[in-house]
């Protein structure tokens, strides 16, 4: 078994994302791991990421706040609990247009 604590979670620093704090929960510094990585992001209000895509799929799901996901068919608001899932090659951007810092867990196949 491998244990991460959230307050020992290794951040990592991503492209393009801002007013961000990104942190590994399993998967590459924070442990071993055989098929994918899991990261919580906190944004803050009026954080962002680029509208941009990745080779993996991603599964989002909203721990804290509110999340707007903005891709090339539009965008959704997401609440606690709410989660989406991005296909290979869907372009997206996240949005935190609320007052509140939202929380995301991220996961996605190791690479």
């Not at 491998?2 to 620093?13: E, I, L, W």
């Not at 590994?24 to 442990?31: I, K, M, S, T």
């Not at 804290?64 to 290979?88: I, K």
Request: glycine content about 8%; proline content about 6%.
């Amino acid at each position: 078994m491998n244990v991460t604590r959230f307050d020992a979670a290794p951040d990592y620093f991503p492209d393009n994302h801002f007013l961000m704090r990104c942190v590994r929960l399993q998967g590459h510094e924070a442990g071993p791991a055989e098929s994918l990585w899991i990261g919580v992001s906190t944004i803050e209000p009026g954080g962002y990421t680029s509208l941009s895509a990745s080779a993996v799929e991603k599964h989002y799901v909203v721990l804290t706040g509110e999340l707007t996901v903005r891709t090339d068919e539009g965008a959704v608001l997401l609440r606690v609990n709410d989660s989406c899932r991005l296909a290979p090659g869907e372009r997206r951007a996240l949005q935190n247009l609320s007052s509140a810092p939202v929380s995301v867990l991220l996961a996605m196949p190791l690479v």
